[in-house]
């Protein structure tokens, strides 16, 4: 059985820490990155099975990372989360427009997301990948 | 200490430190700094919301609104802005202090926090700025349409009705309060997947019935034969009757929420229309008794004015008509507060329990399925459902079909299907 793979990208170290700690709990093994451009940058060394997305970060986005990886080939469906401060309803839209599968308000209760990201990946933990 | 909470402050001290470096050149007019200083406050923000340190989340989510505000241009800078932030985040470099020294989140002192937070405001301008607030909905004070709202209905329930409903206000919008929900459907409401029966029913025990009624002015119109080349159009009115918080309703009936009109329902509302026969004098003195009665929650009184008049007059005059209906929903209401309503059905059944899916209903229970993971699921569907009703883009249903299966799967819910509209209603069955 594939340990399923993730990428949790923010820029505050804090915010890494705490949902890396999350997904590790939930049996992902975790990467981070510090902002969308390394983001990019890990996911082409390889891919994930999930990525966990801030909005608000320095030299490149996260609306702007999530669609470049999905213009991206074999990218277009993977399982992206996008966890941001803001709660607004357009925020929201903005997210889904770019290609977001779900969009949570900071911060989100361990469980929860722990309940959410091995849904998304269960086909992987089941091993049919 | 808490290891995250160790993180948190450490990143807290390399933000302060960037930003008590860089502060002063705030009125530079360099947008890369300022959205540097910005981002610094943002990312404090997300952290301190993370570790629960409240007293840093009151200040820097302050502190990053009028950056915010700097930055898009709404605000000019003045050079007391450096001064009112430079407060703030010594008040925020002191809480880090205190954290480190005593290796937990500590309490600040909450009139020093309300006044950096006043004096940000001030800059601001969040006084003058402030756009005056509204209503987020469409309130109907006179609410004609309730005038005839069946009694079967108003007096199956108990009720504890105020005189009147009050103002509304930002402060007491999301009490819990009965409402009227007016939907006025259109013709072509369904073509969308929007069925404002569904979208009622998510409001779960919050709605206690629903009413419906073809359209006046188009009933008119079919009966006379006017305005209908086409033939018999239905337009149709649907009142929900909720009793709930505004952004219950909010949630619920997110599809209709520019279309709804909205009651706050009291027993004034409720009151039949004065008739206009000629015994109005006669009703205009009872209701005079009756409003001091019920100002008074005397029963008795306002009973006795009600069959005095109704002992004077014919029954078959709109007056009559009016007094009788009066008199039951005064008896319904009881006048005083009562504990609850009790769910009444109109035309439309309310779905109380979601239908089993035939894969649940075909075999045993599923074992690991938790109530917490159906709760997540909605939650994902949910957000799936919101997808597709905001957009039929084919990368985007995509997507959505391919979260839908993963669900599904995960969850033992019958397969999803992969077009728009199927997905839209198998989501609706799945959510029950």
Known sequence: ?129 | MNPLLEQFLIEARENLAFIEQNLQHLGSGDSELINAIFRAAHTMKGGSGIVGFEAIKSITHRAEDLLDMLRSGKIAFNERMVEVLFDAFDEVVDLVEAAEMSGDVVEADEAKVQAIIRAIDELMNKKEERPVWKLPFKLDREAAWLKGAPMSFLSAVTIDLPLSSGEITEENLNDERLYAILFDVAQDCMVYGNDPIYALSLLGEKLLGIDMAMGRDEAKAILSGFDDEEGLLLRSMIIGYARASWSEIEDALYNFIDDIVIAPLSLELLWPNEPSDANVELYRDMMEVVRDGVAHQDLQAVTESINHLLGLIEPQTATAVAAQRLLRLVEATQLRPIEAWQRHVGVHAVPTQPAPSTAEAACEPPREITESDRETIRVILKQQYEQLLESSDAALVARVAHICSLVASCGRLTPPPTTRQEMIAWIEQEMG
């Open chain 1, 1 to 129: 059985m594939n340990q399923a793979r993730a990428l949790v990208i923010d820029d505050s170290k804090t915010v890494r820490v705490y949902h890396s700690q999350i997904l590790k709990e939930a049996g992902f093994y975790v990467d981070e990155a510090e902002n969308g451009m390394e983001g990019l940058e890990k996911e082409a060394a390889g891919g994930y099975d999930l990525y966990l997305v801030d909005i608000n970060m320095p030299v490149l986005d996260g609306y702007t990372f999530v669609e470049r990886l999905r213009a991206k080939e074999g990218r277009e469906k993977v399982p992206v989360i996008m966890i941001s401060t803001e709660a607004e309803n357009h925020d929201r839209k903005n997210g889904y427009a770019v290609g977001a599968n779900l969009y949570y308000v900071k911060p989100v209760r361990p469980d929860e997301l722990k309940r959410v990201t091995r849904m998304l990946v269960c086909d992987k933990i089941r091993g049919g990948r």
